[in-house]
């Protein structure tokens, strides 16, 4: 039987705010020492009142625009109902029926094809403490409860049902990862839990008009994780289907190891959240000019970054897809660019080349992030400028930048204090020139008898007499001349 896949992602996204989502609390919950960062509103205490944070409202507002979600005058808070050990007062505060941004739409592009995506609500909520189980040897095991993460703003992102392929999924996921890393609402890492994503799928024959029953997959920290589990169910269901089952609604969780998913919870056990309106916060009325405002703040975002770096920079498009792939890339290469500004568009390509090759190497082979590497941006600079100038050769160069990287020393440093420079002088090359021809005699002869490739091999000895310093072009011209003057003699 030939089925279409049906996917939604439901995306949880921490936000950068300094406190917690209702307390004035510390929201950094994973340097702390557990159970430090609490006050009697986030430990859920009977006669506390919660104050919303605005810097996190702000950020959801925001991250709407950015996906074209209108974003409604009034807004409210509700109470979403169910018992659990991490969280503490037994509801979680969340949105309901009317969250802050609705009815938007993300671009994403597969292959070359452009689709739009829906983007059903983004809401706020507050995120839970954290459960660490522990199992001694023998002994009964037990949970510890760390607090530190309750009440941490928590946005989510839930998506229409309209991607059609784990490919399409994991370029929404893609897209809306630097889409909040671009607009610095989130640390957005996904191993680290705090960039989300439940994957809801299900499949339906194709042609068919009406949703298939989904499941929702649960537990993935990586993009990988999330491609390989929406094609394992596919898969699965798609087998239950032709066996002439039926497919059960359920939650599943992915478990990496093994590569499959299992159920978790099926829907008879699914929670009835009985959720009401938060009695203890008022409705939040959302001020058009306040968005306006916040509209009128969006920054660039990568796609539009690369098309610039295309169109004013010329640089070719898959360089630019992979600079701005990355903010952090992309920001070090406009300061390099930015130290010369005139000389920005003819350099340009020069500093993409040094940053996705040599400068790349070096850091995979270290494990460096561009925001740990000793070459900053004006370092960078100053080794492009120092080729274009002529005093360092492009195999010089890569020496210095290696030394750079290791010392964290000035390229133009390590020039002068290594006798690097490229030896530019006419005349100490002509004195290299004619003890290479002194010194060769037999390849003089070859050349003057008509094997042109003597004089690549008198070059070459030339380079090695001035130990790859001497430039490349200069001594091509002189040994090209200094041979023909003795066919001539
Ligand atoms: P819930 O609140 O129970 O999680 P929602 O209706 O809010 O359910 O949907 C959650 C997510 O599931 C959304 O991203 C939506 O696009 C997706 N979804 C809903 N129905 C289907 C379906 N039949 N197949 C795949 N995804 C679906
Ligand atoms: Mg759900
Ligand atoms: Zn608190």
Redesign the pocket.
């Known amino acids: 039987m030939d089925y279409e896949t049906?996917?939604?992602?439901?995306v949880h996204v921490q936000l950068l705010t300094n406190s917690k989502m209702f307390c004035g609390c510390p929201a950094q919950y994973q340097a702390a020492a557990p159970n430090t960062n609490v006050c009697p509103v986030c430990l859920g205490l009977p006669g506390t009142l919660p104050v919303i944070n605005r810097r996190a409202v702000e950020y959801t507002i925001t991250t709407g625009l950015a996906l074209n979600c209108r974003i409604p005058e009034f807004s409210k808070f509700d109470r979403k109902n169910y018992p659990y050990p991490d969280l503490m007062k037994g509801y979680q505060i969340s949105q309901y029926d009317l969250p802050l941004a609705i009815n938007g739409w993300l671009e994403i592009e597969v292959e070359g094809r452009r689709t739009h995506i829906g983007v059903?609500r983004v809401h706020l909520e507050e995120d839970v403490a954290k459960l660490q189980h522990v199992q001694p040897a023998g002994g009964p095991g037990y949970s510890l409860v760390d607090v530190n993460r309750s009440g941490t703003p928590l946005m989510e992102v839930?998506?229409?049902?309209?991607m059609r392929s784990p490919e399409e999924a994991r370029a929404y996921l893609t897209t809306l990862h630097s889409i909040v890393q671009y607009l610095g609402v989130s640390a957005a890492n996904m191993q680290e839990g705090n960039f989300r994503c439940d994957a809801?799928?299900?499949i339906r024959p194709r042609g068919s008009s009406e949703?298939?029953?989904?499941t929702?997959v649960k537990n993935m920290n990586s993009f990988r994780a999330v491609f390989m589990a929406l094609e394992y169910e596919v898969e699965r269901q798609a087998r239950i289907l032709d066996d002439g089952g039926t497919v059960v609604q359920e939650t599943r969780g992915w478990v990496d190891d093994r590569a499959v998913t299992v159920s978790q919870r099926s829907k008879e056990y699914a929670h009835d959240y009985r959720y009401f309106p938060e009695p203890d916060l008022p409705p939040l009325v959302v001020a058009p000019e306040w968005v306006e405002d916040l509209r009128s703040r969006l920054p660039e975002f990568a796609t539009q970054r690369r098309n610039r770096f295309v169109e004013t920079l010329g640089l070719p498009e898959a360089d630019a897809l992979q600079l701005t792939d990355d903010k952090a890339l992309a920001d070090y290469f406009e300061e390099t660019l930015a130290i010369k500004p005139d000389m920005a568009p003819p350099q340009a390509k020069n500093v993409a080349n040094w940053m996705l090759g040599d400068l790349s190497r070096l850091m995979n082979l270290s494990g460096q992030g561009i925001g740990e590497t000793r070459v900053t941006p004006s370092h960078l600079s100053e080794l492009v400028g120092l080729i274009d100038s002529g005093t360092l050769s492009v195999t010089m160069a890569k020496t210095v930048l290696e030394e750079a990287f290791d010392s964290g020393d000035p390229p133009g440093k390590i020039v002068e204090a290594r006798g690097y420079a490229q030896i530019s002088d006419s005349s100490v090359v002509d004195t290299a020139v004619s003890q290479a021809i002194e010194n060769n005699p037999k390849a003089v002869e070859d050349y003057l008898g008509g094997k042109e490739s003597a004089a690549g091999f008198l070059v070459g000895q030339v380079m090695r007499l001035t130990r790859g310093q001497a430039k490349p072009d200069l001594v091509q011209q002189l040994v090209k001349e200094k041979l023909e003057t003795a066919r001539n003699a």
Do not use: K, M, W, Y
């Not at 839930?158 to 309209?162: E, G, K, L, W």
């Not at 949703?211 to 989904?214: A, K, L, P, S």
């Open positions: 049906v996917i939604g992602l439901e059903d839930v998506s229409a049902p309209d809801n799928v299900s949703f298939g029953t989904r929702e």
